[in-house]
């Protein structure tokens, strides 16, 4: 038994002093243990309830296109983790000792000058992953599109057809291969591949911007698509 279900306080207050010792669920880099967890979020934690876990769920939203790449094992659910497992003890077993340790206090040191170097540290760890993830190569995801675009009736001049369709140009698009195919009763339809970058281009715009042809087009529909 790990977290408890997080549409209750209690799971999102388990969450929180889970966190308070440690920067993620477990280990010291992202994990599948993060993904797990902030999926299981049904939104993010308040900041001013919950500040460690509102902290925590931003840097791994943060990591969103790439949490199917971070390590761990992905088949575990969010219960797996938290703090009646063994890895998400170890952080109040640390604590517990940490806390021994000042009461003996052998060199005089006070709690503010502990409290000091821990958030010392922790900010270090912080700026150096943030400094990996900055220098890691970004993954620009791509879908390969087919639409098919059809016009009035069997009178409509494809050729101008396509020619409009293509006068659309913006950032992370690009047209490809055409043809015209039969769908009854002499009129054909015109279908186009097009490469876009998900992130650049909209379909439902691109597809509002050809229904603004209407001297040729009827409708387009999206017949096709893979990421690429």
Do not use: C
Request: no cysteine.
């Amino acid at each position: 038994m790990g977290f408890p279900e997080f549409t209750t306080p209690a799971g999102l207050s388990a969450l929180e002093n889970h966190l308070v010792h440690v920067s993620y669920i477990e280990g010291y880099t992202p994990s599948q243990a993060d993904v797990a967890v902030f999926k299981a979020l049904p939104s993010a934690p308040s900041s001013t309830t919950y500040p460690h876990s509102a902290r925590w769920y931003k840097h791994i939203e943060s990591y969103s296109a790439e949490h199917e790449t971070l390590p761990g094992d992905a088949s575990k659910a969010y219960t797996a983790y938290g703090p009646s497992t063994s890895a998400g003890a170890e952080a109040p077993k640390a604590a517990a000792a940490e806390e021994d340790d000042d009461d003996v206090d052998l060199f005089g040191s006070s709690d503010e000058e502990v409290d000091e170097e821990a958030e010392k540290l922790k900010q270090q760890r912080l700026a150096e992953y943030a400094a990996k993830k900055a220098n890691k190569p970004k993954t620009i995801a791509k879908s390969l599109v087919t639409l098919d675009i059809k016009p009035w009736d069997d009178e409509t001049d494809m050729a101008e057809l396509e020619k409009s369709v293509r006068s659309i140009e913006k950032p992370g698009l690009v047209w490809g291969l055409s043809k015209l195919v039969p769908i009854g009763y002499g009129i054909k339809k015109l279908q186009m591949t097009v490469v876009v970058e998900d992130e650049l281009v909209s379909l439902d715009e691109l597809q509002d911007e050809i229904a603004e042809f209407e001297d040729y087009v009827q409708s387009s529909d999206v017949a096709a698509m893979a990421k690429i």
